[in-house]
């Protein structure tokens, strides 16, 4: 049994698409990011990072993405959402670490630009110019998945993976910084694409996605 601690319309998405791809016996429980309830002591217990996502499993709790991803394919091997090939594997580790690691901070500057003074206060002119900065990479970001899907159906080509419900949320929150990201051709035929997978209908519903309504 799992339990999955995400938030409507943050990265947790991605993994709480897989775990309805995979019909894992699961759970979801609500943390509201904008409550702040991601710092409740309750919450600090089970991720001392106050973060979403992290996933309990019988009781042991795994935090990060490019961890809890690969993790729940990986006990779903028979729907070949993780390839068997280790550098098929490696490649995808590459993927996702660069959409954690590159692609969702550039996101957290545009959105909060004041968040890396700390608390300090810092001038009109430096958010402006740090949230101008994050908007930049963020969208260049977009245009290199875009390019990366002009010859291949799924993020790491023909088949979908674990790397492909990461890249959904990336697409959300292009449309939540107003980006142009129907202008990215390709990446928003494979978001429609993706919209025809009953498992991400579901939880886009549950979630009520920026990308349903
Ligand atoms: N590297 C982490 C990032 C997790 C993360 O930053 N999650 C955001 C939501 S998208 C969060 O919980 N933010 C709450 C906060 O910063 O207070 C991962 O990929 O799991």
Known sequence: MYILYFSPGAC???AHILLEECKADYEVKKITLAKGEQRSKEYLKINPHGKVPALSVNGKVIS?????LPFIAGQFPHLNFVPTDS?????CL????WLASTVHPAFGLALHPERPAGGSTIGENAIKSISDTGHKIFWCCLEEIDARLSEQTWMMGNHYTFVDPYALVFYSWGIRLELPVGNLKNYTAWKVHMLKRQAVCTVLEKEQSILIN
């Open 87 to 91: 550098l098929d594997f490696a490649k």
């Open 94 to 97: 590459e993927v996702i670490s």
């Open 64 to 68: 990060q993405n490019v961890a809890i």
């Open 12 to 14: 947790s998405m991605a």
